[in-house]
């Protein structure tokens, strides 16, 4: 499908390890009032059964918003649930496999590091790219996987949307402005915040100025 770059502004990706007592959906729909224009239900520790009924719950709540909505890597949840579609990995199933599974008309987004990996996805079906890190992350504390070049040169070398992501802030944003990239991708910069609204509004006007330029 033909996926308009408006989406990846400010694509936000859950993690409930910040919830301290709140509910998933309560602080997706924080970030969704606050501007989020993609959202990514993101669960690594999670039976099927748990994810779907949280997926339902968060579908419901982006088609409330009219912001698209994936599940990360697994693809027969995203199915089951009839979400806009799923994120996969580099390890992850193959884009084209992908693809052939989810139909034409669901969003495919994939992870890529390095412009080969960025072409062989959007040959193969993907809709966006996820490209990073870009910053090191408290999971990555070494050297940045993605250089402001390389991520450059992947905007340059596709025609579908490419989006950020890796321990970006409110402090960095800005420094990918010139890239090219459409928006950014973040967990922590809206989700660990106290007041998640106002960090996604804040987030969303530094993104919004991050691709004035952008191709």
């Known amino acids: 499908m033909k996926l308009d770059k408006k989406y990846m502004q400010l694509y936000a990706v859950t993690d409930r390890k910040w919830l301290t007592g709140r509910t998933l959906e309560h602080d997706v729909e924080e970030c969704l009032k606050g501007g989020a224009t993609f959202i990514q239900l993101r669960e690594k520790n999670m039976d099927q059964a748990s994810l ?5 719950i968060i579908k419901d709540l982006c088609r409330k918003y009219n912001v698209p909505f994936v599940i990360d890597d697994d693809v027969d949840a995203a199915i089951k649930c009839d979400a806009d579609g799923i994120h996969v990995g580099q390890s992850d199933m ?3 496999d992908v693809r052939a599974k989810i139909g034409p008309d669901k969003i495919l987004g994939v992870s890529a590091h390095t412009v080969e990996e960025a072409v062989r996805a959007e040959k193969r079906g993907a809709d966006y790219l996820g ?6 992350t408290t999971t990555k504390l070494d050297a940045c996987d993605v250089s402001a070049e390389t991520l450059s040169e992947i905007c340059n070398a596709v025609s579908i949307p490419v989006v950020a992501i890796g321990g970006i802030s409110h402090d960095n944003i800005l420094e990918l402005k010139g890239t090219g990239v459409d928006g950014v991708a973040v967990i922590s910069a809206l989700f660990a915040q106290k007041d998640i609204r106002k960090a996604t509004e804040d987030l969303r006007k530094l993104s919004e100025e991050m691709t004035l330029s952008v191709r």
Do not use: N, P, Q, T
């Open 52 to 56: 779907l009924k949280e997926a339902f």
């Open 94 to 96: 193959e884009a084209g």
């Open 131 to 136: 490209v990073g890190a870009v910053f090191s």
